[in-house]
């Protein structure tokens, strides 16, 4: 049987991430060095210096310019609330390992908390992720193509114009060859029409020459926009087409 690389790549497996983060004063050791690791700067006056402290056994920073202290978790998604920072850390792990959506009951029973916990724990990372992503847009050499979601219902007529699927412009940043990082953006169809509101959230002037040719790939008959002969000189994909270089 053929070895599928992507699925065989190295990860952290539970037993190393346990290794690393199974303590709270490792999970505290590793927030530091993710806040601070260039050196403490005072969140409030930007000072670099600042006194260390305890404070019923939590850890505290005083700016020694305008006097200002922050803990570890002032800021963050971890500042309100008693979980410890084992179970962020754990819930963080699990989230970003599992390649299926991880349920906020399945992160309830692996992190013996409650339910309601669990499902706001979730959502917090959920809503970082999305911030931390917005702040990154993909770069370089992206491909883009159309993706359905859903279908599972009945009715709704076949293929990829069912109104039980979602329409989804799935964007994939390409280095040496390999995907580095992915991103799926809802639209309302793949008219040009439809997705130059995505083309404009995602710094678009020259993506939009791109969604143009996915247009054309994917609507001809909608739109009147033609494929250019070099998109299909790289051979068909899926439904006979396949991901638009955008950049
Ligand atoms: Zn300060």
């Known amino acids: 049987m053929a070895i599928n690389e992507i699925q065989f790549q190295e990860g952290l497996s539970l037993a190393q991430f346990m290794k690393e983060c199974g303590t709270e004063e490792q999970c505290e050791a590793a927030l530091a060095t993710a806040r601070w690791g260039r050196g403490f700067k005072c969140p409030h006056c930007d ?3 600042a006194y260390e402290f305890r404070r019923n056994g939590n850890r505290y920073w005083e700016c020694k310019a305008c006097r200002h202290q922050t803990s570890l ?12 920072l084992t179970t962020w850390y754990l819930a963080i792990y699990l989230m970003t390992q599992s390649k ?6 399945a992160l309830m029973r692996q992190l013996g908390i409650s339910w309601k916990a669990a499902w706001l724990l ?14 990154y847009p993909l770069e370089g050499d992206v491909r883009i193509d159309d993706a359905y979601l859903g279908g599972e219902r009945t009715g709704g007529g076949p293929g990829r114009g069912s109104s039980n699927k979602v329409a989804f412009v799935a964007a994939v940043e390409m280095r040496e060859g390999r995907p580095q990082r992915v991103r799926f953006d809802p639209v309302n169809g793949f008219s040009f029409a439809a997705l130059t509101p995505w083309g404009r959230t995602r710094d678009c002037a020259r993506k939009l020459r791109h969604l143009r040719r996915l247009v054309g790939l994917r609507s001809t008959k909608e739109t ?16 006979g087409n396949r991901a638009v270089p955008m950049a």
Not at 73 to 84: F, K, N, Q, S, Y
Not at 224 to 239: F, I, N, T, Y
Request: one cysteine or more; charged letters at 25%; proline letters at 4%.
């Open 47 to 49: 000072h670099g210096a």
């Open 73 to 84: 978790r002032a800021g963050t998604i971890m500042e309100h609330g008693r979980l410890p």
């Open 100 to 105: 299926t959506n991880i349920a906020a009951l």
């Open 122 to 135: 979730k959502h917090k990372l959920m809503e970082v992720m999305v911030q931390r992503e917005a702040r």
């Open 224 to 239: 009147g926009l033609c494929a250019q002969d070099s998109d299909r000189s790289q051979g068909p994909g899926r439904d």
